[in-house]
């Protein structure tokens, strides 16, 4: 899987941007505020039509202007793909494929496949449980359609409901809908619950040895699913999870209007990460926590790489410079194969990069060194 090239217009800081990309390692060197992270947000954003940083796609256009515009070149599943996302500030974003536009972001899954590390991601594991939901949907919808529908649709329930909730004392005929709602939530929440623990599963297999062998052994990674407390196996296909669901809501119905508050269902959900047996989120150091999430990061690629024969490009962002030389020679020894995008900043040493190619970067225009 590589990206082969990209196009930006008026995407952040680049009124314009054209390149051409290594398939191996492409090193990208400038000072701060030059774009070298907005590059990389771009590239991601191509693959599953979300944004690290931005909650709404007219942040990411440029200031003064109405519309941005990407396009990738892509070489994924032994043929060439066209990628194009046009943002509009007053509109829905248009996204296309070889030319075809596509309905949902859950049809990019699989064309692009990216994991991205940034210095943000250190609250992965210091924020609350959002932190960790966001981390698992990122992944699962770009390997999974359906989950990726399924979570569109119980976002857009969870709004609907939350409004129902907020409003139903001065509207009471709203709560007519209310059983409705909770049906067509427990039947995609239960959709969510059942990819998210087969996800973790995968993750418990892989994780823990990429953090064992990062810290040199001195260190055990724990991760634990967490969701609603009557589903009593996450991985039981969504038919078995439903009633589990509906029983949940019925218990809570009552709180929930008193509280005015949606509190039944897995937008609540939990991945618990320890160290040495400890919650990491109260007890890890801040290089206890930099390796617990480059090694949840590296499993993903690998989880990845398993489900498609193919590495997903690898984004990392002003990392190495955070490491020791032992932990950067352990980033870089699983780097050796897949595309890679590194940034740094000039003065920046990475000796012992595999080969590919060197860019300098400088007010959102890109040069080859």
């Given at each position: ?171 009471p005929s709203l709560l007519e809908t209310l059983d409705d709602f909770n049906l067509r939530m427990a039947q995609t929440g239960s959709i969510l619950i059942h990819y998210r623990a087969h996800f973790i599963r995968r993750l418990c297999q892989e994780a823990p040895a990429i953090h064992k062998s990062f810290s040199g052994g001195r260190e055990e990674l724990g991760l634990a699913y967490e969701t609603v407390k009557t589903v009593t196996d996450p991985q039981a296909s969504p038919r078995q999870l439903l009633p589990q669901l509906l029983e949940h809501q019925e218990s809570h119905r009552q709180a929930e209007l008193d509280a005015r508050q949606c ?107």
């Open positions: 899987m590589q990206l082969k090239a990209i196009e930006l217009d008026f995407f952040r800081n680049y009124p314009h941007l054209d390149a051409a990309f290594s398939p191996s390692v492409n090193v990208i060197c400038g000072e701060n505020a030059q774009g070298k992270t907005n590059l990389l947000e771009a590239v991601a954003y191509l693959s599953s039509a979300r944004s690290h940083r931005a909650r709404y796609d007219r942040e990411l256009i440029q200031f003064g202007v109405d519309n941005a515009f990407l396009k990738g070149e892509i070489f994924s599943r032994s043929r060439d793909f066209t990628l194009e996302m046009r943002l509009h500030r007053g509109s829905r974003r248009q996204m296309f494929s070889n030319g075809v536009g596509l309905k949902s972001a859950g049809e990019l899954s699989g064309i692009l496949n990216t994991v991205l590390f940034c210095p943000e991601d250190l609250n992965l594991i210091r924020e609350g449980a959002a932190a960790r939901r966001r981390f698992l949907d990122d992944i699962i919808c770009q390997m999974r359609p359906k989950y990726a529908a399924a979570l569109g649709e119980y976002k857009r329930l969870y709004e609907h409901k939350t409004r129902i909730l907020r409003d139903w004392e001065e509207n509190l039944s269902g897995p937008h609540k959900d939990e991945l618990a990460v320890l160290v040495n047996g400890a919650p990491a989120k109260q007890f890890a150091s801040q290089g206890q926590t930099r390796t617990a999430v480059l090694s949840l990061k590296l499993a993903c690629r690998e989880i990845l790489y398993q489900d498609s024969g193919e590495y997903p490009v690898l984004l990392l962002d002003d990392v190495l410079s955070e490491l020791d030389p032992r932990r950067q020679e352990f980033v870089l020894h699983r780097i050796d194969q897949g595309q890679v995008f590194i940034t740094c900043c000039e003065d920046d040493r990475l000796s012992g990069l595999p080969d590919g190619a060197a860019f300098r970067l400088r007010e959102g225009r890109l040069v080859s060194l």
